[in-house]
């Protein structure tokens, strides 16, 4: 399962209605081995296109290089999906190359127009491990904003 703060859900469907009609990408790093989703760091989809995503070879070397000097993983790898479900492509599917990561897929198909304006349509939020070509969806739980104490 995917446990997810509410923030970081915002951020990421934020991310893929801003970058529609392109699809949006990103990685919510966290400590390595815990499974907590806690850095959020959208990227730029350097192929520009509705169909495919690809991340920047330059951004994605700087970004793991400061995972690794902040003893991070990517627990999430997200990208949306403009035009069709949140369930990975074949070519998603070739690319998952993270078996710890939790795969994320949005679906913006719904919230806009067929002019591209803004319909407030739903996203598709789904998240699936992949292992060795294996796609297994699995439960997404989102916990509620962090509530912050005055002293």
């Known amino acids: 399962m995917l446990t997810i703060a509410q923030e970081t859900y915002d951020a990421i469907v934020a991310h893929a209605k801003r970058d529609h009609p392109?699809?949006?990408?990103?990685?919510?790093?966290?400590?390595?081995?815990?499974?907590?989703?806690?850095r959020f760091v959208p990227m730029?989809?350097?192929?520009?296109?509705?169909?495919?995503?690809e991340f920047d070879s330059t951004e994605l070397l700087a970004l793991y290089k400061d995972m690794?000097?902040?003893d991070e993983e990517p627990v999430v790898v997200y990208h949306s999906h403009t035009a069709t479900e949140a369930y990975p492509s074949r070519t998603d599917i070739g690319l998952a190359s993270e078996p710890n990561a939790h795969?994320?897929?949005?679906?913006?198909?719904?919230?806009?127009?067929?002019?591209?304006?803004?319909?407030?349509?739903?996203?598709?939020?789904?998240?699936?491990?992949?292992?060795?070509?294996v796609v297994t969806?699995?439960?997404?739980?989102?916990?509620?904003?962090?509530?912050?104490?005055?002293?």
């Open 103 to 133: 795969y994320v897929l949005i679906s913006t198909r719904h919230c806009f127009d067929e002019a591209g304006g803004n319909s407030d349509g739903p996203v598709e939020f789904r998240s699936y491990r992949i292992i060795d070509g």
């Open 137 to 151: 969806e699995e439960d997404v739980a989102i916990t509620p904003p962090q509530q912050t104490q005055t002293v």
């Open 68 to 70: 690794d000097a902040r």
């Open 22 to 38: 392109d699809e949006a990408c990103g990685v919510v790093a966290g400590p390595e081995g815990s499974d907590r989703a806690e």
């Open 44 to 53: 730029v989809n350097a192929a520009g296109s509705p169909t495919f995503y």
